[in-house]
């Protein structure tokens, strides 16, 4: 199982970019249930906050609706979640909170890889990150 990161969804919802072709494939297969992955509460918020301080409310209610149709089942942030990510922070000085939490999910879920382009997961041992 792979828990797809909110930058995924939107380089595939975005303007032309390297990473445009390759997220919107990956999510047509996991449309198709060839690939098994899921969201996070955490992702739908960021797709949520991100369009809404750009003032695209529009495009990001389109880019919500569609995560929700690919991705009917979603992870709930709970305490646990939260608590693992606290201890990821106090472990890398340089993770930013929204990473943590992501990281924290996959580990707490005992999911495959997170997929997403940010590099700032890899300073996390035993986390697996990969790329459409």
């Not at 305490?79 to 993770?95: F, G, P, T, Y």
Request: with cysteine.
């Amino acid at each position: 199982m792979l828990l797809i990161d909110a930058n995924i969804l939107m380089y595939a919802a975005g303007a032309p970019h390297p990473h445009k072709l390759p997220s919107a494939q990956l999510l047509e297969r996991i449309a198709r249930g060839d690939v098994e992955a899921t969201i996070n509460a955490e992702t739908l918020q960021e797709v949520l906050h991100r369009y809404r301080a750009i003032k695209r409310w529009n495009d990001g209610r389109q880019v919500y609706d569609l995560a929700r149709q690919i991705f009917p089942s979603v992870i709930p942030v709970t305490s646990e979640i939260l608590d693992r990510a606290r201890e990821l922070l106090d472990r890398h000085a340089s993770l930013m909170a929204r990473d943590a939490l992501h990281a924290a999910v996959v580990m707490h879920e005992g999911f495959d890889a997170l997929c997403s382009y940010d590099r700032d997961f890899d300073v996390i041992a035993g986390l697996s990150r990969v790329e459409p």
